[in-house]
């Protein structure tokens, strides 16, 4: 599916819960395009290793990855796993255009009212998205109804209260982190949702549910690597709109490059990824429709 881009970016922005590409970083929606790259680039091997754990193969596809945005995962993918099927949806057609050429069929598309085929996926993929939904329940239940049964489900997300671990850390910026937390909950996200995802797969009526979380450290990837997370991008937005002050983006900023400076500085960015199985058989009268996209 080829997307019309400039149709695309007329188009008044969807619904996408808390999420709103052109005010979640500085620069706009090219700075979130760049931010969304480097994210991906910086825990992509930890979260593909986990993926594989909890049953990803090539062989078992295709894979509907909801909440693609800019492509960013969906072309890892397609290099990680040429063979695997996907296809990538997301609600925003200006920020799901610039997945064209991922290797993915491209569907815009709400969470809650996919235009796929029951039972037609064998792995559904939400990353980061279940946290910028008030309701997370109607995706999920999409989720299980295309896919086939023995699919799997796979949602990579964060928990604020243990999210990373930082040293030296910067207790005065408490105030700044719950700010930004808070401005989420207002929008109808929660930055808290890991801690809910494997209750949430069961409520949904999912089987085999589990969690496993992965890390990402300094130890292995340059400190600055970790600025779409630590850095004061994120705060411009805020400072714009009036939830942050002058002052508290400006400590932010400082403390970041005091952290960012010092050789002997740690990070420690954790993150989850839940899994569960569609659980089968088919209903009679329901078709399978294994190997379709």
Known sequence: MTLDTAAASAAPRPDAGSYDPATTTSG??????AR??????????EELSLLRELG?????GPLVEIGAGSGAITRRLRRALPDLSLTAVDI????????????????????????????SAGYVLLRYVLQHLSDPAPALAEALR??????????????????????????????????????????????????????????AGFTDVTIRPFATTNDTRPTDDFAPHLGPGRLQPLLASGVLSFQEVALAADRWNRFRSDPDAWVMLLGFTAAGTAPGPLPEGRLSTEGST
């Open 28 to 33: 706009g929606l090219s700075g979130e395009l």
């Open 36 to 45: 969304l790259e480097a994210q991906a680039a910086l825990s992509f091997d």
């Open 56 to 60: 990803l193969t090539s062989s078992k």
């Open 92 to 119: 925003d057609p200006g920020l799901l255009a610039h997945a064209e050429g991922a290797g993915a069929e491209l569907v815009v598309a709400d969470a809650a009212d996919l235009p796929l085929e029951t039972a």
């Open 146 to 203: 295309i896919l086939r049964p023995g699919g799997r489900i796979m949602i990579t997300e964060v928990d604020a209260s243990c999210w990373g671990l930082a040293d030296p850390s910067h207790p005065e910026l408490a105030g700044v982190h719950a700010k930004i937390a808070a401005t989420q909950q207002a929008a109808g996200g929660d930055r808290a949702i890991g801690r809910r995802l494997t209750r949430l797969l069961r409520g």
